[in-house]
């Protein structure tokens, strides 16, 4: 059954995940043996042991065009920002024009440094959220923005599936009509795609950045258009 091959796909692809993992996360410092799947408990220490801003994967300038070309240019799009920890890419899409951001994340410690920070940014929201479980009204988002968040979900272990599943129908939930979700990974499609599928998202078209010497792989966007299911944001493959 498909629930069967997802299960064992996602659990062979594990093991690569967490080797590729070396090129988003920094070594920690504290012995503890926990990774960034471990959930809250994990994130609060990092974000408090150190305030310094870190973007996961890629930046503003390397996915603008996925972005522009989601929005059709409408700096009124209204955004969501999925796991957004202390990246600097909603303040930079803010200065650029992209005003209606909301970003969630599940550390109450980055949330509030972020607000902190951001203080005379004022329509960037910022919200202690599951984004498994979101707190947020039906069909509210024109774009919704992942930048290494279904990858976290990806590498909790055993049962990583049923919170990505969890995840993506999320998104489908807040999304407008016509609405985009750009799901920035260092997943290959073999470990992505058959989340989506599970999660009843077909028509996901992806892209393969151009391999950095200093990340481990190459990174993917993943892009599902709501309802319509369109390819944008470039050359795509299926």
């Not at 957004?84 to 509030?112: A, F, K, L, R, W």
């Not at 498994?132 to 990583?160: H, P, R, W």
């Not at 999320?170 to 992505?192: A, H, M, N, Q, W």
Request: negative net charge.
């Amino acid at each position: 059954s498909s629930r069967f091959w997802l299960a064992r796909s996602a659990s062979r692809a594990i093991r690569r995940q967490q080797a590729r993992a070396a090129d988003m996360s920094a070594a920690d410092d504290d012995g503890e043996d926990e990774s960034y799947g471990s959930g809250p408990r994990y994130w609060d220490a990092r974000y408090k042991r150190s305030t310094a801003t870190f973007d996961w994967l890629e930046n503003y300038s390397d996915v603008q065009r996925f972005i522009e070309d989601a929005t059709d240019g409408d700096f009124a799009s209204r955004i969501l920002h999925t796991g957004c920890g202390n990246s600097v890419m909603p303040e930079q899409m803010y200065d650029h024009g992209y005003q209606h951001i909301v970003n969630i994340d599940t550390s109450t410690v980055v949330i509030e440094q972020m607000a902190a920070r951001n203080k005379d940014r004022p329509e960037l929201k910022w919200l202690v959220m599951d984004a498994t479980s979101m707190d947020l009204d039906d069909c509210a988002f024109d774009v919704v923005l992942d930048k290494g968040c279904l990858d976290t979900f990806a590498c909790i272990g055993e049962g990583c599936a049923k919170f990505a599943v969890s995840y993506i129908k999320e998104v489908v939930r807040v999304l407008k009509p016509g609405g985009t979700f750009i799901c920035i990974s260092y997943g290959d499609p073999r470990s992505r795609l058959p989340f989506f599928e599970e999660a009843g998202v077909l028509n996901v078209s992806h892209v393969q950045l151009e391999k950095r010497k200093n990340h481990v792989s190459a990174h993917y966007v993943y892009i599902w258009r709501a309802e319509q299911g369109t390819p944008i944001g470039g050359d795509a493959a299926n």
